[in-house]
């Protein structure tokens, strides 16, 4: 068995990204369904200088590890670098996403989908069209 078409579709559109110049926005794990989200923010596309919100999320996640020797997580959470890798053969992938200060988190999945859109920066003061 392999990633689905939609699955390979996603991992392959979240290995094209660069997030080198990008930060955690927020990470959630939800462990009875075994569903790990990462959001990361920043210029997420290679090449590009416009800034994106990228969301990962992981289904089947296990094996997480955070391995943090400099205590430097979550004060720092701009990303050094993220690794996606998936053996056919074992039907599973693995994830490292790196910080740029001595941190990096690894874990394994089974399937994933990845979302991305520009990231719109928006005062509260403002006010739509047709507001009171």
Known sequence: ????????????????????????????LELQARRLTVRAYGALRRGERATFVGTMTFFG??????????????ESVGIAGFALDYDDATDRGSAEL??????????????????EHAAVLASLADELPGDP
Do not use: K, Q
Request: charged share 30%.
């Open 61 to 74: 996640a296990g094996d997480l590890r955070l391995e943090n020797a400099a205590g430097a997580f979550p």
């Open 98 to 115: 790196r910080g740029r200060r001595s941190w990096t988190l690894t874990w394994t999945f089974d399937g994933l989908a990845y979302e």
């Open 1 to 28: 068995m392999s990633l689905t078409t939609r699955d390979r579709e996603a991992f392959e559109l979240a290995r094209s990204r660069s997030f080198s110049d990008a930060y955690v926005a927020s990470i959630d």
